[in-house]
Nanobody, 124 residues
Framework: QLQASGGGLVQAGGSLRLSCEAS????????MGWFRQAPGKEREFVTT???????RYVGSVKGRFTVSRDNAKNTVYLQMNSLKPEDTAVYYC????????????????????WGQGTQVTVSS
């Protein structure tokens, strides 16, 4: 089970930090991903981090977003800086039992578990 939190309303240029806590004994070994879905658009890959710290980002967030994880707390974080109105979306965390660093890390179907989503709204 995944529980995402930390969304909210922020002005352009501001920052937010999302958290996703995973429950379950094996969760610390999972690949953890963040996706987002804006109104009227398909769900989009944002970033993923493997249990050993391998990281991938979508190009549009590189240099602005930072993903990290605390395996002892079974929690993954998404620090979002320099937010833009186009970052507005519902953000979902997801977990995969496989190591996705080398393939399919940006595909929703690669992830086995999903959180409920948290709304991020960036005003201009």
């Amino acid at each position: 089970q995944l529980q995402a939190s930390g969304g909210g309303l922020v002005q352009a240029g501001g920052s937010l930090r999302l958290s996703c806590e995973a429950s379950g004994r094996a969760s610390s070994s999972y690949t953890m991903g963040w996706f987002r879905q804006a109104p009227g658009k398909e769900r989009e890959f944002v970033t993923t981090i493997t249990w050993s710290g391998g990281i991938r980002y979508v190009g549009s967030v590189k240099g602005r977003f930072t993903v990290s994880r605390d395996n002892a707390k079974n929690t993954v974080y998404l620090q979002m800086n320099s937010l833009k109105p186009e970052d507005t979306a519902v953000y979902y965390c997801a977990a995969a039992r496989e190591n996705l660093y080398y393939r399919d890390y940006d595909r929703s179907r690669s992830y086995n578990y999903w959180g409920q989503g948290t709304q991020v709204t960036v005003s201009s």
